[in-house]
């Protein structure tokens, strides 16, 4: 089992930064158990900042890539495809007979551009509907409520409720 070092934080911290590797295999590959790992990130605050930094600095990395091949996608772009024929010579040596080379266009890719309108300028590209709960200018949808009912039952029920609002009893159907 290896010792905690300087050149073992800078091994780590290269596979770290250079690929996804998980906590397994970047354990694997530097000869130590998780357990270590992870004890020496409790532990150790300089080795702790370390792996902070190098997973930062991957991510700023991925970022930078993605973004490049969003502006490809969003552009379009051309590569150039060789396909050669060659022949073997009565020395063994190969030779080259043909060399073809064909330029390829790809066009820009619509989901890409839909991808970043929608999230550089969502005020003008919106990929989503809208539902108000309220209408134009906030104003109510539903109109107020009417209860339909016989007229003398709710001017009775309304009589009732303000007399015993006035004399300041609460109203209830339970009473005894």
């Given at each position: 089992?290896?010792?905690?070092?300087?050149?073992?934080?800078?091994?780590?911290?290269?596979?770290?930064?250079?690929?996804?590797?998980?906590?397994?295999?970047?354990?694997?590959?530097?000869?130590?158990?998780?357990?270590?790992?992870?004890?020496?990130?409790?532990?150790?605050?300089?080795?702790?900042?370390?792996?902070?930094?190098?997973?930062?600095?991957?991510?700023?990395?991925?970022?930078?890539?993605?973004?490049?091949?969003?502006?490809?996608?969003?552009?379009?772009?051309?590569?150039?495809?060789?396909?050669?024929?060659s022949?073997i010579?009565?020395?063994?040596?190969?030779?080259?007979?043909?060399?073809?080379?064909?330029?390829?266009?790809?066009?820009?890719?619509?989901?890409?551009?839909?991808?970043?309108?929608?999230?550089?300028?969502?005020?003008n590209?919106?990929?989503?509907?809208?539902?108000?709960?309220?209408?134009?200018?906030?104003?109510?949808?539903?109109?107020?409520?009417?209860?339909?009912?016989?007229?003398?039952?709710?001017?009775?029920?309304?009589?009732?409720?303000?007399?015993?609002?006035?004399?300041?009893?609460?109203?209830?159907?339970?009473?005894?």
């Amino acid at each position: 089992m290896s010792k905690y070092s300087k050149k073992m934080v800078k091994k780590i911290v290269s596979l770290i930064k250079s690929d996804t590797y998980t906590i397994p295999e970047i354990c694997e590959r530097v000869g130590i158990s998780e357990a270590i790992y992870h004890k020496w990130k409790s532990d150790k605050i300089e080795f702790f900042e370390a792996v902070k930094k190098a997973e930062e600095s991957r991510v700023k990395f991925f970022v930078a890539e993605a973004k490049k091949s969003l502006l490809k996608k969003i552009q379009g772009y051309e590569v150039d495809e060789r396909t050669t024929e060659s022949s073997i010579q009565p020395d063994g040596t190969a030779k080259i007979d043909k060399l073809k080379i064909v330029r390829k266009h790809f066009q820009p890719d619509t989901g890409a551009i839909i991808f970043t309108l929608c999230n550089g300028d969502p005020e003008n590209f919106k990929n989503r509907q809208l539902n108000e709960i309220t209408g134009k200018d906030g104003k109510d949808l539903i109109p107020t409520m009417y209860v339909i009912g016989d007229d003398d039952f709710i001017k009775e029920f309304n009589e009732k409720l303000q007399a015993e609002q006035a004399t300041g009893n609460e109203h209830s159907d339970n009473k005894t």
